[in-house]
C-alpha cells in the first residue's frame, strides 16, 4: 500500500463513497460532496482524488454494464476496500 496520509478532501470522499455504496459513481459522488461541502467540485479533482486513494489501497472499482438509462455508457462504481473502511 502506498502512503496513508489522507487530506480532508479524500478523507471526504472516503465517507460519500461509504454513504452511497452501490450508488458510488462519480456523478453520484459529486452531487454529495457538493451538497455536503456548499461548493462545486471539478470533476477532474474527484477523478484525480479516486485515482490516488485506489493507489493507496483504501478503494476499488468496478467497470459495470451499459444500461440504456445512460445512453448505453458504462459506469465505474467505487467501493471502500477493509484498509479503507
Not at 26 to 38: G, H, N
Not at 54 to 74: C, H, I, N, V, Y
Request: proline content about 0%; charged content about 30%.
Amino acid at each position: 500500500m502506498k502512503g496513508t496520509n489522507l487530506g480532508e478532501f479524500e478523507e471526504l470522499v472516503l465517507l460519500i463513497v461509504l454513504i452511497l455504496q452501490e450508488e458510488a459513481y462519480v456523478l453520484k459522488i459529486i452531487e454529495e460532496v457538493c451538497s455536503q461541502i456548499k461548493r462545486n467540485v471539478a470533476m477532474g479533482a474527484l477523478h484525480s482524488t479516486l485515482s490516488r486513494l485506489e493507489k493507496k489501497g483504501f478503494l476499488e472499482s468496478e467497470m459495470l454494464g451499459a444500461t440504456q438509462e445512460r445512453g448505453g455508457r458504462r459506469k465505474r462504481v467505487y467501493q471502500l476496500t477493509g484498509v479503507g473502511k
